[in-house]
Nanobody
């Protein structure tokens, strides 16, 4: 099995910064891609940013120029540096990983438990 453990959420004032981390552990044969999604109250979960093992990156238009995704392949860890935060960034942020395990040898998606990010003065 695979576990994703997130950290780094919290309360920050508008214009501030936060850094989220997500570490994947378990029977990982190949970590294809990792990313971050978010879900605000009353809204559907949406993509924030993704990054493949080769470093190909995709951002939602709403976070381009403010958020930076990166990963440490050796540690199976993905980071999300969030700068110039706005109140509309308030949401629960979820880590996602597309992983092939030694037990199944098929790719499937895994989710973290979520971490709250609140941007408010």
């Amino acid at each position: 099995q695979v576990q994703l453990v997130e950290s780094g959420g919290g309360l920050v004032q508008p214009g501030g910064s936060l850094r989220l981390s997500c570490a994947a552990s378990g029977s990982i044969a190949s970590n294809i891609a990792m990313g971050w999604y978010r879900q605000a109250p009353g809204k559907e979960r949406e993509l924030v940013a993704t990054i493949t093992g080769e470093g190909n990156i995709n951002y939602a238009d709403s976070v381009k120029g403010r958020f930076t995704i990166s990963r440490d392949n050796a540690k199976n860890t993905v980071y999300l540096q969030m700068n110039s935060l706005k109140p509309e960034d308030t949401a629960v942020y979820y880590c996602n990983a597309q992983i092939i395990t030694y037990s199944s040898w098929t790719m499937r998606g895994y989710w973290g438990q979520g971490t709250q990010v609140t941007v408010s003065s």
